[in-house]
């Protein structure tokens, strides 16, 4: 009976989507294109494909040679309308994403806007005006039209393999994918094998407008979530430490898949996606740690989840000194990492406008 209902409601779900696409193919909805290069980052699953390191890994890409913004939807924030992220921001204002990347890349210019036209229209108006604006989490929001449209698809999950929601974790059908210019298969496997790439390409059906890539996640080394806390810049020397990984992100299998190359004894600590810790919660984490027996212990969390936890009330030393985070990264497979870096950068120089271009081209 569950299914069936979820059926249904999928449906109904599916044919609103459908209907609002249709208003844009018809242009009765109107997408408005910008006077400078915009490139969209996203995905029509609910989460979980890798739209940060992904979006981080374009702006690491161009930021040597332009001045580049991002501008993000800044998702379960508190406030609303625009506002430019600071160093200084706080998760409830800005939402945990657009923060860690402004952590991350000082120089970047960031912002958080649900309504995209507005957003990238305000800034513009800021000084220095951007050279390039990335769209963070932007494939379904159609009233801005991009020169790039990025679409990513887990490698887990392909969307050709998934269902509308409520059944499935589709936003919209996958037939959608035909408005992407790049689709990027992330999550893969590092040895991904000719004829998985063969069956992939044949069941994404790939258009020849549209061009194919592979990634997978990369991991970096621990580090502290609270540095001043902790005497040592790195938790590589506890290698055989028992875990506890504490996380609140959609899928966080994959890191505890790699965790489990190092360490025998893992616990896990799993919260909903942008979860809010609260006071509650951070003294469940210490009950737990402090449950563990071995001496020779620490916490883990993902790099996403650190700015909630910075945000986070009265967290006791206990935690504070044990507890550690791994920077992700992407890499793209078969060496096509070069191939797709000059796509980026070949269509941002062409459309830069009237924006001097920096002569250092360090980007390949």
């Not at 004829?195 to 080394?221: A, H, V």
């Not at 740690?289 to 910075?310: G, L, Q």
Request: charged share 25%; net charge positive; proline share 5%.
């Amino acid at each position: 009976m569950k299914y069936l209902l979820l059926k249904l409601l999928s449906l109904f779900y599916g044919m609103f989507v459908s209907f609002r696409n249709e208003l844009f193919n018809l242009k009765v909805l109107s997408s408005q294109e910008f006077d400078r290069p915009v490139i969209s980052i996203g995905n029509i699953t609910a989460g979980g494909t890798g739209k940060t390191p992904h979006t981080e890994y374009i702006a690491q890409l161009l930021k040597t040679n332009f001045k580049v913004g991002v501008l993000s939807r800044g998702y379960k924030r508190k406030t609303r309308g625009f506002q430019f992220v600071e160093s200084t921001s706080k998760v409830r204002q800005v939402g945990d994403e657009p923060l860690q990347m402004k952590l991350k890349f000082e120089d970047l210019l960031v912002a958080v806007d649900a309504n995209r036209v507005r957003g990238i229209t305000k800034m513009l108006q800021s000084k220095p005006e951007p050279d390039v604006i990335l769209l963070d989490d932007a494939f379904q929001h159609q009233y801005v039209n991009p020169g790039i449209n990025i679409l990513l698809t887990d490698y887990n999950r392909l969307i050709t393999k998934d269902s509308l929601l409520p059944h499935g974790r589709l936003r919209e059908s996958a037939f959608n994918k035909y408005r992407a210019t790049i689709i990027i298969v992330t999550k893969c496997p590092k040895e991904l094998q000719p004829i998985d790439e063969r069956i992939i390409t044949k069941e994404l059906e790939i258009r020849p407008y549209q061009d194919l890539f592979f990634t997978n996640i990369t991991y970096g080394s621990l580090k502290p979530v609270f540095p001043e806390d902790v005497s040592q810049v790195s938790a590589d020397i506890k290698g055989g430490s028992s875990i506890l990984l504490v996380t609140g992100i959609a899928n966080p299998a994959p890191l505890r898949d790699y965790l489990l190359e190092n360490h025998n004894e893992i616990s896990e600590l799993i919260f909903p996606d942008h979860h809010q810790f609260s006071a509650k919660n951070i003294e469940r984490i210490r009950s737990n740690f402090e449950a563990i027996s071995k001496p020779n212990k620490i916490i883990v969390t993902t790099e996403k989840d650190v700015v909630r936890f910075r945000d986070a009330p009265d967290i006791p030393d206990l935690v504070r000194q044990n507890m550690f985070y791994i920077p992700v990264g992407i890499s793209f497979l078969n060496n096509k990492a070069a191939e797709f870096n000059r796509k980026v950068f070949d269509y941002v120089k062409k459309n830069k406008g009237n924006i001097d271009f920096y002569s250092n081209s360090n980007w390949d």
